[in-house]
């Protein structure tokens, strides 16, 4: 029976994944639909997702770079209030960091201590967004994976809240000008419209790219 529950469980959630992958792939036809099938609600639920995007640890594999390209791009079409949506998902992504911020301060320990990390590496993590934080904060928004849990981290690393929030508030606001911006004024370009799915996937791959880099430049020291 827990073998079969296991099993169904991992198949629902392959099928979860094929969704999203899909839904990214697909972003335009993805949100069209979504317009035409709940209307205003559809603000409720790109809130949702940037929230989730920003704000859950588990969720860092929803869409946000290319989301908001894409959701700026329909709104030059007139498909969305650009205005309205800049607001609200300005807020989605400054509200996300702060509950993932939280999450990590308050049930950060546990994990920690479950974990075995050594207070040490954990004093090194306060030191380091204590003199490096609000950079961090505001690069880590352009960097799928790094974005989620930038801010659980600075929640462990008891990050001053102050500190966190002003600089969360500004790289929350600039991420989602930036994008929206970009999807607005160069989205409906013919080149760009008509290869959509690729400048997607280009988006992504651009947004992690430093991150490999970093990883490879890391590798390479150990070497």
Do not use: C
Not at 60 to 75: K, M, R, T, V, W
Not at 165 to 173: D, E, P
Not at 182 to 187: I, P
């Amino acid at each position: 029976m827990v073998i079969q529950l296991l099993s169904e469980a991992f198949f629902l959630f392959l099928i979860f994944i094929e969704k999203i992958i899909w839904f990214v792939a697909n972003l335009d036809k993805s949100l069209i639909f979504l317009i035409d099938s709940y209307g205003i609600l559809v603000y409720l639920i790109l809130f949702l997702i940037i929230f989730a995007e920003t704000g859950l640890v588990i969720t860092p594999f929803l869409p946000g770079d290319s989301l908001l390209f894409a959701i700026g791009a329909l709104s030059a079409e007139g498909s969305l209030n650009i205005l309205f949506i800049f607001i609200l998902l300005s807020f989605a992504a400054i509200l996300g960091d702060s509950l993932n911020y939280i999450l990590g301060k308050y049930f950060g320990e546990a994990i920690v201590n479950k974990w075995k990390i050594k207070k040490e590496y954990i004093e090194r993590t306060h030191n380091f967004y204590e003199k490096y934080g609000g950079k961090t904060i505001i690069f880590a928004r352009f960097v799928p994976i790094i974005r989620t849990f930038a801010p659980f981290i600075a929640g462990i690393g008891k990050m001053n809240y102050n500190k966190f929030l002003f600089y969360n508030v500004i790289g929350g606001i600039f991420w989602v000008a930036l994008l929206l911006s970009a999807g607005f004024y160069f989205g409906n370009i013919p080149l760009v419209k008509n290869n959509f799915t690729f400048v997607i996937f280009a988006i992504i791959f651009i947004s992690i790219l430093p991150a490999i880099i970093e990883f490879l430049r890391q590798k390479s020291k150990r070497n």
